[in-house]
């Protein structure tokens, strides 16, 4: 970096036992005049204890409606380098699988056309790269489509589908984590990239309940493998944990929040009717216990980071389904049936958990023809009168007959 920039306040990012990405934007520095006037902006808007950055403007590729997302300095004459700062966002392979070979590629051709930032992975998955002018999209789109890759999606669409990695590294995994993601990527290549939503709409797939890509937490729609069945339990194996001199009793028994484990001497017994797949015991003692047979995947709607409405949690709506080899055509349904319902009766900028939230999950469940079942559910329950229309439908007929 040149010494006639001075970042004082940036250098305090830099102390400390972790990494910071002002090291990393001063390696650009020096080869790269982006990088240089981003650290003065980023070190002026530090000082001033504003933002510079405006965002917005119809940027993009010839054909496609997402996958850029615009920016631009508001101090374009004193930070020429960052006047247009755009990121690009390009779709991850299934799992997060890379070769070095392809790593490289896109490097290559964004150090070309772009800052050479890059953020691994954005909050949906995607490789997003930091920071290219409005003449380099499409050369870059050019370069990118021509080694194989895509753009990912961003505004008002289909965000691009994302898992954990799955069967291919994980024993806990209850579907094909990978095979779904790639399905859905290629089934709905118009929703990701020509936007068409209320607002936009993320898929996440988690192979177990562990939920290694937050689906629960951080998607519209969040397909978490389950089992129904009983936890499977190698008995010898976990007498060697016992034997061991592995706390059992601190560090799984005691832990179990339903208490529905129970130790006799070097045998563990779990009455499954009680487990809520918590996944705790499973991951203390993975030799010992693993997923039963019975394997699918529960689905989860709505959830949302605090934007407009505030933080959502998904709400379960299909405790349980499976795929039946690579037939993805009951999950492509029921996706296709949500969205209408959601463009049809959603307002503008309103996310599918804010849309369940305003018209309530019973009356959400009859949009989408799904019929409501105690296992569906927003939040555990704390209300013990439950009412249904049914109940009342029969006092009515019993009162005009009396």
């Keep these: 970096m040149s010494d006639e920039l001075k970042t004082p ?24 005049e982006m990088c240089k006037d981003l650290l003065g902006q980023l070190e002026k808007s530090y000082e001033d ?6 965002h917005g403007g119809l940027v993009g590729v010839m054909g496609y409606g997402g996958g850029v997302i615009g920016r631009y300095s508001a101090l374009p004459e004193e930070f020429p380098g960052v006047s247009h700062f755009h990121t690009v966002r390009v779709n991850q392979p299934s799992g997060w699988f890379y070769t070095t070979d392809a790593l490289r590629e896109v490097m290559d051709i964004w150090e070309e056309h772009g800052s050479g930032l890059t953020n691994m992975h954005g909050s949906t998955g995607d490789m997003v790269l930091l920071g290219t002018r409005t003449e380099e999209l499409e050369p870059i789109f050019r370069a990118l489509t021509e080694k194989g890759w895509d753009l990912g999606g961003s505004g008002s669409d289909l965000r691009t589908p994302s898992c954990c990695a799955g069967p291919a590294r994980c024993e806990m995994s209850c579907y094909d984590t990978l095979a779904m993601t790639y399905n859905l990527t290629q089934s709905y290549q118009d929703e990701l990239h020509r936007p068409m939503f209320n607002y936009k709409y993320k898929i996440k797939m988690s192979g177990c309940p562990n939920d290694c890509t937050a689906a629960i937490a951080r998607s519209d729609m969040g397909i978490i493998g389950i089992w129904r069945d009983d936890i499977k339990v190698d008995q010898a194996a976990f007498a060697e944990y016992v034997d061991s001199g592995m706390d059992i009793q601190g560090a799984v028994v005691d832990l179990c929040p339903t208490s529905c484990i129970s130790v006799e001497g070097k045998e563990i017994n779990i009455n499954d009717s009680d487990c809520v797949k918590c996944m705790h015991c499973l991951n203390r003692l993975p030799k010992a216990l693993s997923p039963g047979d019975d394997k699918g995947f529960a689905i989860a709607l709505g959830a949302k980071a605090p934007i407009v409405e ?34 049809e009766h959603g307002t503008a900028r309103e996310r599918i958990g804010e849309f369940i939230e305003r018209i309530s999950l019973a009356t959400f469940l009859e ?9 569906m559910v927003k939040a555990p ?7 249904y229309e049914e109940y009342y439908e029969e006092e009515g007929a019993s009162a005009s007959e009396e």
């Design 9 to 32: 306040l940036l250098d305090e990012l830099e102390k400390g036992p972790w990494p910071s990405f002002v090291t990393d934007i001063k390696s650009m520095a020096g080869k790269n």
């Design 49 to 54: 204890r504003r933002g510079y950055w405006k």
């Design 310 to 343: 505030g933080a959502l949690f998904g709400s379960l709506i299909i405790p349980f389904m499976k795929i039946d080899g690579d037939n993805f055509e009951p999950l492509h349904e029921l996706i296709e049936t949500i969205w209408e319902f959601w463009d």
């Design 367 to 375: 949009g989408i023809g799904e019929t409501p079942s105690p296992k």
């Design 381 to 387: 329950r704390d209300n013990p009168y439950i009412f």
